[in-house]
């Protein structure tokens, strides 16, 4: 969504908020490497390994630039925000220790959601890792946290789609593993080449995950993208904390494996975020590209 336009929105929703309850999640023991937390951790995102945003209408520009990549990393209160870009767009980073999973909440991501007046959400799919094999690099096997939509109809596992470069300010062609094709379209807020620049296929990329069901629309003469319960990032979803510190939370115990099996995971030590929604929204507000302002341990 153009960020001038939802700056004024937010504005304009006050201090509306959902209420809710926590979804609880238990504590394990397993004996995984990880990194001791100390005294002088930070409780921030420390480093970010890879960015690889899909085509969107901030790419190429500070929001969705290596760079602005690299804001998110510190004290969630003094960073930036960078854009992920259409479905499958990416970041992965960490901190300089070990989350444990505990009872409760574990990990917080920031977003800049609307609601729950506006219903303004561009939800992202949350993964994390171990550091297994104990080089300090995200090489290790991959868990999705999964949200409320996770075996919900409509959602699309081993989802893939292909975004093509036009090597120009043109529309984005993409097809996808399900028969279906359709551009990420150029606005008149963000005129030139879409896709990634920096990305290493200058020809075409290709992501595959969890594809959730779109809920963009009209609620009067306001268009709407609908949170979820729980479960995803930059989504105004039911018990997060978006009236003090505008973040999701998220529960390590909800892992499991590319199976759909529920994993015990004692700590993690790795997060991936990529957007979740296959959804052009219009002319003016753009497609929907989750957006990541930061991430906290919670523990």
């Not at 009872?103 to 939800?123: R, T």
């Not at 959602?155 to 529309?171: G, M, R, V, W």
């Not at 963009?216 to 997060?240: K, L, P």
Request: aromatic share 12%.
């Amino acid at each position: 969504m153009n960020t001038n336009l939802k700056s004024f929105l937010i504005a304009l929703m006050g201090a509306a908020v959902f209420a809710g309850c926590k979804k609880d999640g238990s504590e394990t023991n397993g004996l995984t490497p990880g990194k001791e937390t100390t005294a002088v951790n930070s409780k921030f995102i420390s480093r970010v390994f890879e960015y690889l945003p899909a085509p969107g209408q901030f790419i190429n520009e500070s929001l969705g630039s290596l760079a602005g990549a690299q804001r998110i990393i510190g004290d969630v209160s003094q960073t930036g925000m960078v854009s992920l870009g259409g479905y499958g767009g990416y970041i992965v980073f960490g901190f300089d220790h070990s989350i444990i999973n505990k009872q409760g909440y574990d990990l917080a991501i920031y977003g800049n959601p609307l609601g729950p007046v506006l219903q303004w959400s561009e939800p992202g799919i949350v993964m994390v890792s171990q550091d297994v094999n104990g080089n300090g690099l995200p090489d290790d096997a991959w868990y999705e946290l999964a949200g409320s939509e996770y075996n919900a109809v409509g959602t699309i596992k081993n989802y893939q789609i292909t975004y093509t470069n036009p090597n120009a300010t043109a529309n984005v062609n993409w097809t996808d593993n399900q028969g279906g094709s359709g551009q990420v379209e150029v606005n008149q807020f963000h005129r030139h080449n879409y896709y990634p620049l920096f990305a290493p296929n200058q020809t075409s990329t290709t992501f595959t995950g969890t594809k959730l069901k779109s809920t963009w629309g009209m609620q009067g003469d306001i268009y709407v993208n609908r949170a979820f319960s729980y479960g995803y990032t930059d989504s105004w979803s039911t018990g997060d904390n978006f009236e003090t510190n505008q973040y999701n939370s998220f529960d390590i115990s909800w892992a499991v494996n590319s199976a759909g099996q529920p994993v015990t995971l004692a700590k993690i030590d790795f997060v991936k975020v990529y957007t979740g929604q296959n959804e052009k929204g219009n002319t003016m507000l753009g497609e929907i590209s989750t957006e990541v302002r930061g991430a906290a341990d919670l523990n």
